[in-house]
């Protein structure tokens, strides 16, 4: 069975510094996989997904970026963190090919910019 | 822009009540609707609706779309504590990869034992 692995589940860092979210999915191949971010009383927000090594697409402008460099693995980055990045973070799978299946969530990060 | 709208904001009842949790959307390009429980940390799958009418069922909670009218419902039967969660309703749009899914603000259900 396919299982995601989201790390890590909180981060308290000051504005201003970089940030590195990793998420990995095991028991697929070829995922889409996505970044959401959940801020309080508003709905999952989605950030980037991939449907390949390699291939993102960016929903939103921001001062965040997303990288694939490995099938399985699904990294959300920063170079310089904002007050306004604080949010719950979550990765998500779906499987790719264009099927129509759901998309499952890992346990997310919490992450405050102090 | 893609909506949508999830009602009631909040929800309190007891244990043993049944709940009707309301999603409607507006959306440019619809394939799928999908309903997620959110305890602490991960929303898991519920259920995927993509045909009107048909009614998806798993022990107390079943829900069913209709596509004339753009809205789904999420009903739970004899509720229990472990129903408290933050219920989201999502809709699919087939225009870019897989899935893009736009998803609603949420429903927080409570079950007072």
């Known amino acids: 069975s396919q299982t995601i692995h989201q790390w890590p589940a909180t981060l308290v860092q000051p504005v201003g510094s970089p940030l590195s979210l990793e998420c990995t999915v095991e028991?697929?191949?070829?995922?889409?996989l996505y970044w959401y971010r959940q801020a309080a009383g508003r709905g999952l927000q989605l950030l980037f997904y991939?449907?390949?090594?390699?291939?993102i697409s960016s929903e939103v402008p921001q001062n965040l970026s997303a990288s694939r460099p490995q099938d399985r693995q699904f990294i959300l980055s920063s170079k310089k963190l904002l007050l306004s990045d604080s949010g719950f973070y979550l990765c998500?799978?779906?499987?790719?090919?264009?099927?129509?299946?759901?998309?499952?969530f890992g346990d997310g990060t919490r992450l405050s910019i102090l | 822009e893609d909506k949508v709208v999830q009602s009631p904001l909040s929800l309190v009842v007891h244990e043993g009540d049944t709940v009707t949790l309301n999603c409607s959307y507006e959306?440019?390009?619809?394939?799928?609707l999908l309903w997620y429980k959110q305890e602490k940390k991960a929303p898991t799958f519920l259920f995927m609706l993509?045909?009107?009418?048909i009614e998806k069922k798993s022990g107390r909670l079943s829900s069913i779309l209709d596509k004339k009218e753009l809205f789904s419902i999420l009903n739970i039967t004899a509720t229990q504590t472990g129903d408290s969660a933050v219920y989201l309703c999502?809709?699919?749009?087939?225009?870019?990869?897989?899935?893009?899914?736009?998803f609603g603000t949420g429903t927080r259900l409570t079950i007072i034992p």
């Open positions: 998500a799978w779906s499987l790719g090919q264009g099927r129509k299946q759901p998309q499952h």
């Open positions: 028991g697929t191949s070829n995922p889409n």
């Open positions: 959306v440019t390009n619809f394939r799928s």
């Open positions: 993509t045909s009107s009418g």
């Open positions: 999502a809709v699919g749009d087939p225009n870019f990869g897989n899935e893009k899914l736009t």
């Open positions: 991939s449907v390949g090594i390699g291939q």
